[in-house]
Nanobody, 125 residues
Framework: QVQLVESGGGLVQPGGSLRLSCAVS????????IGWFRQAPGKEREGVSC????????YYADSVKGRFTISRDNVKNTVFLQMNNLKPEDTAVYYC??????????????????WGQGTQVTVSS
């Protein structure tokens, strides 16, 4: 059974950092793309970052480039999202997801089959 469990969210001041974790089970990271998405109240879910299964290539939304870093630990079957210089507009519920994309672009929700329950990130002074 495929499961993804996020952790590491919380309240942080602007300019602060958080590291989110996505622990996966039921499959290995070698074969599936892992994406991070976020959804703020009243907004659509948007792609934040993705790490590919084949060569570890990484992708980022323009809004987080240079501030967020995605990485994975294949031994621990965990994907991380290091978030630095956080801004109030980063406030959202963050989800990790996996799937085969089926020809979708990495930031398209429809390409992912399995989702975690989400973790809240709040950036506020």
């Amino acid at each position: 059974q495929v499961q993804l469990v996020e952790s590491g969210g919380g309240l942080v001041q602007p300019g602060g950092s958080l590291r989110l974790s996505c622990a996966v089970s039921g499959f290995t990271l070698d074969y599936y793309v892992i994406g991070w998405f976020r959804q703020a109240p009243g907004k659509e879910r948007e792609g934040v970052s993705c790490i590919s299964s084949s060569d570890g290539s990484t992708y980022y939304a323009d809004s987080v480039k240079g501030r967020f870093t995605i990485s994975r630990d294949n031994v621990k079957n965990t994907v991380f999202l290091q978030m630095n210089n956080l801004k109030p507009e980063d406030t959202a519920v963050y989800y990790c997801a996996t799937g085969l994309l089926y020809g979708s672009i990495w930031y398209e929700v429809r390409g992912y089959d399995y989702w975690g329950q989400g973790t809240q990130v709040t950036v506020s002074s």
